[in-house]
């Protein structure tokens, strides 16, 4: 059975600064999603991550993929208000028909 | 294009009752899915179908029915509504083959007394 682990599960961090949501999975997998959900709304997606070594950017946010350690890391830069929302990482098991499993979410604060 | 979308929007149901949750699609995607939300936590499967006349069941079946007679609609069936059963409801779809993006819906809030 595929399990999903993020961490933390809340952060609160000052604009301005860095930081590093983590997503260990516990099987093999061919593809990895990052998405963010604001409160009361649907989930959007942000990254998809299809290769070991696979690393990509839009604006603040970077996310890879390290398929050998199963682990996936989103960095955040220099943080602003905006990107307060939950953030979670889905993965779909290597030959499934995309069913995703996501990790439990990690509830982003960003304190002025 | 609208996208995924899902209706109704709320709804609250009595214990035993049973309503049917609508989700559609005018991507032309072959896969769709049903995810519930509850609090705190990520999003668990409850069915899935890859084409039109194929569904399969995900990680939280009982008490929920699909069926998949077109390739746009893919509603889901709650048999006889229960508390726990109470969640917000999220449907997803995708194109086949290569393409790996998975589209949600809005979502339907629905409560179970």
């Known amino acids: 059975e595929l399990k999903v682990e993020q961490n933390p599960l809340f952060l609160s961090m000052q604009e301005g600064k860095n930081y590093t949501i983590y997503c260990n999975y516990s099987?093999?997998?061919?593809?990895l999603y990052w998405y963010r959900q604001d409160p009361g709304k649907s989930l959007e997606s942000l990254f998809v991550?299809?290769?070991?070594?696979a690393v990509k950017q839009e604006g603040r946010l970077m996310a890879s993929l390290d398929t050998k350690a199963r682990l996936s890391t989103l960095h955040i830069t220099a943080a602003v208000h905006d990107l307060s929302a939950t953030y979670f990482c889905?993965?779909?098991?290597?030959?499934?028909?995309?069913?995703?499993?996501f990790g439990s979410g990690t509830q982003l604060t960003v304190l002025p | 294009n609208a996208g995924v979308t899902q209706t109704p929007k709320f709804q609250v149901l009595k214990t035993g009752q049973s309503m049917t949750l609508q989700c559609a699609q005018d991507?032309?995607?072959?896969?769709m899915s049903w995810y519930r939300q509850d609090p705190g936590m990520g999003l668990r499967l409850i069915h899935y179908s890859v084409g039109a006349g194929i569904t399969d069941q995900g990680e939280v079946p009982n008490g929920y029915n699909v069926s998949r007679s077109t390739t746009e609609d893919f509603p889901l069936r709650l048999l006889s509504a229960a508390p726990s059963q109470t969640s917000v409801y999220f449907c997803?779809?995708?194109?086949?083959?290569?393409?790996?993006?998975?589209?949600f819906g809005p979502g339907t809030r629905l409560t179970v007394l």
């Open positions: 099987t093999t997998s061919d593809r």
């Open positions: 991550l299809l290769s070991n070594g």
């Open positions: 997803a779809s995708s194109y086949g083959g290569g393409k790996d993006e998975q589209f």
């Open positions: 889905a993965v779909v098991v290597s030959g499934s028909a995309r069913q995703l499993t």
């Open positions: 991507m032309n995607h072959e896969y």
